[in-house]
């Protein structure tokens, strides 16, 4: 069983920072990762996906990379609508990560 | 913009079957994607139930098959979800979405809002 670790389990960021969130697999994984955003109330958002790949109308200051074990999403230039929960889901394996809570001060 | 809409009973007695709906629109549950159910207990993470293609074609979530049934829509532009004999544990919000591609195994690109089931006598 394939099982996805996100730190850190809550982030409390500026506006106009960056941040990091990490997801890490207990095994080698393909680059089959996507990243979702997720609202109280809203459905959830396909942010990134094929590791660093941005989905369809997601601003450039959402970026993924990584690889095998350990993948990121950085969001540069914090904003206050970006306060939600972020997913890891490594689709191949039809597995997701716990979420990272980012809260803006 | 496609969207995705869930609708069924927001409480389910124990033992019941549990029997959701996703209403779909600007897609069609015949173009050439899978569609997937994902449920999030209070609390804890993401879990895929399973998907179905427009063949009837599905695949479930081993922890949950015995349970499960997914289904197409005959007259209406959605597909359906039940789950058999639940419990509390099955208490959870439960979200329709829209395979990025005809592979179940791809990106979730569109969901619903999600819908809180609660399983309580």
């Known amino acids: 069983e394939v099982v996805l670790t996100q730190s850190p389990a809550t982030l409390s960021v500026s506006p106009g920072e960056r941040i990091t969130l990490s997801c890490r697999a207990s095994q080698s994984l393909s680059s089959s990762l996507a990243w979702y955003q997720r609202k109280p109330g809203q459905a959830p958002r396909l942010l990134i996906y094929g590791a660093s790949t941005r989905a369809t109308g997601i601003p450039a200051r959402f970026s993924g990379s990584g690889s095998e074990t350990e993948f990121t999403l950085t969001i540069t230039s914090l904003q206050s609508e970006d306060s939600a929960l972020y997913y890891c889901h490594h689709y191949n394996f039809l597995t997701f990560g716990g979420g990272t809570k980012v809260e803006i001060k | 913009q496609v969207q995705l809409q869930e609708s069924g009973p927001g409480l389910v007695k124990p033992s019941e079957t549990l029997s959701l709906a996703c209403g779909v629109s600007?897609?069609?549950?015949?173009?050439?994607?899978?569609w997937g159910w994902i449920r999030q207990p209070p609390g804890k993470g993401l879990e895929w139930i399973g998907s179905?293609?427009?063949?009837?074609?599905?695949y479930y979530n081993p922890s949950l098959k015995s349970r499960v049934t997914i289904s197409l829509g005959t007259s209406k532009n959605q597909f359906s979800l039940k789950l058999r004999s639940v419990t509390a544990a099955d208490t959870a919000v439960y979200f329709c979405?829209?395979?990025?591609?005809?592979?179940?195994?791809?990106?979730?690109?569109?969901w619903g809002q999600g819908t809180l089931v609660t399983v309580s006598s």
């Open positions: 179905i293609f427009r063949s009837g074609n599905t």
């Open positions: 600007n897609s069609s549950i015949t173009d050439n994607y899978y």
């Open positions: 979405a829209r395979h990025q591609d005809s592979g179940h195994r791809s990106p979730l690109e569109y």
